[in-house]
Nanobody, 117 residues
Framework: QVQLVESGGGLVQPGGSLRLSCAVSGSIVSDNVMAWYRQAPGKARELVASITSTGKTNYADSVKGRFTISRDNAKNTIYLQMNSLEPTDAADYYC???????????WGQGTQVTVSS
């Protein structure tokens, strides 16, 4: 059974930085497409960033140049480095894992990011 555990959320001032972590068990991160999604109150969940098994990354236009997704194969963990945070980045952030052949993607429980002065 694949389990994803996010951490690193919290309160940060506009312009600040946070690093989210997603520890994965039951699967090898480098074998999967790993992604971060976010969902703000009253809004649909949206893709923030993803990284494929080959290391190719993709970002939502709203976070390009500010967020970086990365992977530590030794720790079986992915990260989301978030810089220059804006109030519009405030949301619950979710880790996601998927591999061809899986019936459905795996999700973490989410971690809350609040951006406020």
């Amino acid at each position: 059974q694949v389990q994803l555990v996010e951490s690193g959320g919290g309160l940060v001032q506009p312009g600040g930085s946070l690093r989210l972590s997603c520890a994965v068990s039951g699967s090898i991160v480098s074998d999967n497409v790993m992604a971060w999604y976010r969902q703000a109150p009253g809004k649909a969940r949206e893709l923030v960033a993803s990284i494929t098994s080959t290391g190719k990354t993709n970002y939502a236009d709203s976070v390009k140049g500010r967020f970086t997704i990365s992977r530590d194969n030794a720790k079986n963990t992915i990260y989301l480095q978030m810089n220059s945070l804006e109030p519009t980045d405030a949301a619950d952030y979710y880790c996601n894992a998927f591999r061809l052949g899986w019936a459905q993607a795996a999700w973490g429980q989410g971690t809350q990011v609040t951006v406020s002065s």
